[in-house]
């Protein structure tokens, strides 16, 4: 994975191995989880973070060591 802030729709489809449509509901309902916090999204790409945080459970907390 690169080192960019935003992951696009492709990208997430090749990283969980699925389908780019399937990759396309899951950023979907990852941004609709945002804006429920009030965060700003943008359609079609996620925060490499929170992906990284909603599928792997890494966060900065975690990563310390």
Request: glycine share 8%.
């Amino acid at each position: 994975m690169s080192d960019t802030l935003f992951m696009k729709t492709e990208e997430i489809a090749y990283e969980l191995g699925v389908s780019k449509s399937y990759a396309y509901k899951l950023v979907r309902e990852m941004n609709d989880e945002l804006r429920k916090k009030g965060f700003i999204t943008i359609p079609g790409r996620i925060s490499r973070q929170y992906f990284k945080d909603k599928f792997y459970g890494l966060s900065k907390t975690n990563q310390e060591g």
